[in-house]
């Protein structure tokens, strides 16, 4: 079981999300705003955050930054419309995301559905600890 964290300001495209990972028996905790994940990614450890690149108050690449940079260890993926996607540079950052996804709910299944397998590897070969 992984615990994600997904920061989106649409209900209705979190709910999509949310179902894709719960029926699957991981912990799914659900934020509307840049700061509201940053205060949960400082006082909670997750797996997997799924960041909107446009989150209200504070974009996903700044609660990236901030998450990586206090130590953070999950995997990062932000998320955004394919548009803004195209124009994206790759940061030069030290902490820039894990992962980059076309807001398309089937391809970020598929990413987040990856990154799970390799974690269920890694713990069964106890290269991480299990939550």
Same mark, same amino acid.
């Given at each position: 079981m992984a615990k994600i964290l997904i920061a989106d300001d649409s209900p209705t495209q979190v709910a999509t999300l949310a179902n894709c990972f719960t029926g699957k028996d991981h912990q799914v905790e659900i934020v509307g705003s840049g700061l509201?994940? !940053? &205060?949960?990614?400082?006082?909670?450890?997750?797996?997997? @955050?799924?960041?909107?690149? *446009?989150?209200?108050?504070m974009s996903g690449l700044d609660v990236c930054t901030?998450?990586?940079?206090?130590?953070?260890?999950?995997?990062?993926?932000?998320?955004?419309?394919?548009?803004?996607?195209?124009? !994206? &540079?790759?940061?030069?950052?030290?902490?820039?995301?894990? @992962?980059?996804?076309?807001? *398309?709910?089937k391809a970020i299944e598929m990413r987040v559905e990856t990154f799970l397998l390799r974690l269920r590897r890694k713990q069964r070969i106890g290269l991480t600890e299990i939550k």
């Open positions: 509201d994940a !940053l &205060e949960q990614t400082l006082a909670e450890s997750y797996d997997l @955050l799924i960041l909107d690149l *446009n989150l209200p108050d901030h998450y990586k940079g206090k130590g953070g260890q999950g995997t990062v993926m932000l998320v955004t419309s394919r548009d803004c996607l195209n124009s !994206l &540079e790759p940061p030069v950052e030290a902490f820039a995301p894990d @992962l980059y996804c076309e807001k *398309n709910f």
